[in-house]
């Protein structure tokens, strides 16, 4: 994922007591555990919070096996 | 690494903060405070909080700030890798200048809060006296 955040600057006679906000470029790479079904992956940003969400794989899921009798 | 490029910060938790009937974690949102002739304006980013959970209260000079984030969104999730933290936001802060409590405005855009504070006439009228002096 990634993306950039500028902010418009204020006008030039405003002073500055505390500027904590990071704006930027930012990029971030997770590896994920196990196999995912990445073509069905969705992702939402919401209130400045963006959530991914990615199915794991059909195969990693997991699945009853029916014994039959012998 | 760029100079444009951002860093990222840890979150910093609220250690200390009176009992609340809330569970859950606070954290100190990082701010942008500046003043211009007629306001301070500060913007807090406070990502997750919906609009309308944000309170802002004035007690003499003293501004807080709270944001509340819906807890039930995580709500049966089991964490693999925690980093982020959910929680609500809370910091206090203590106003230099006198402001105009009724005409404060807050606004709450994409999980950045955008708080307008004009500033008092009287405040204003002493600032004018300085600088003819």
């Known amino acids: 994922m990634r ?3 500028v902010f418009s600057e204020p006008s030039s006679d405003a002073a500055f007591h505390r500027r904590e906000r990071a704006q930027g470029r930012f990029r971030r790479v997770v590896r994920l555990p196990g ?3 990445s073509s069905d992956a969705k992702a939402e940003l ?4 963006l959530t ?3 199915p794991k794989a059909e195969e990693t899921r997991p699945r009853k096996i029916a014994i039959q009798a012998g | 690494m760029s100079p444009n490029d951002m860093e990222a910060k840890p979150k910093q938790k609220v250690e200390g903060r009176e009992e609340s009937t809330r569970p859950g974690a606070y954290f100190l949102p990082p701010v942008d405070i500046f003043e211009t002739r ?3 304006v500060l913007l807090a980013d406070m990502p997750g909080v919906p609009p309308g959970g944000v309170d802002v209260s004035l007690e003499g000079d003293e501004l807080t700030i709270t944001g509340r984030v819906r807890p039930e969104d995580y709500e049966g ?4 890798h925690v980093e ?3 929680g609500g936001y809370y910091r ?3 106003l230099g200048e006198a402001v105009n409590r009724d005409r404060i405005q807050a606004e709450l855009k994409n999980g950045a809060l955008l708080l307008r504070l004009p500033k008092s006439e009287r405040a204003r009228m002493r600032r004018i006296a300085v600088q003819a002096a």
């Not at chain 1, 919401?46 to 919070?49: P, T, V």
């Not at chain 2, 999730?77 to 693999?80: F, I, R, S, Y």
């Open chain 2, 92 to 94: 206090r802060f203590r």
């Open chain 2, 84 to 86: 982020y933290g959910v």
């Open chain 2, 77 to 80: 999730l089991k964490p693999l």
């Open chain 1, 52 to 54: 991914v969400r990615i």
């Open chain 1, 3 to 5: 993306g950039e955040r």
């Open chain 2, 38 to 40: 007629d306001e301070l």
């Open chain 1, 46 to 49: 919401r209130d400045g919070l």
């Open chain 1, 35 to 37: 196999h995912v079904a």
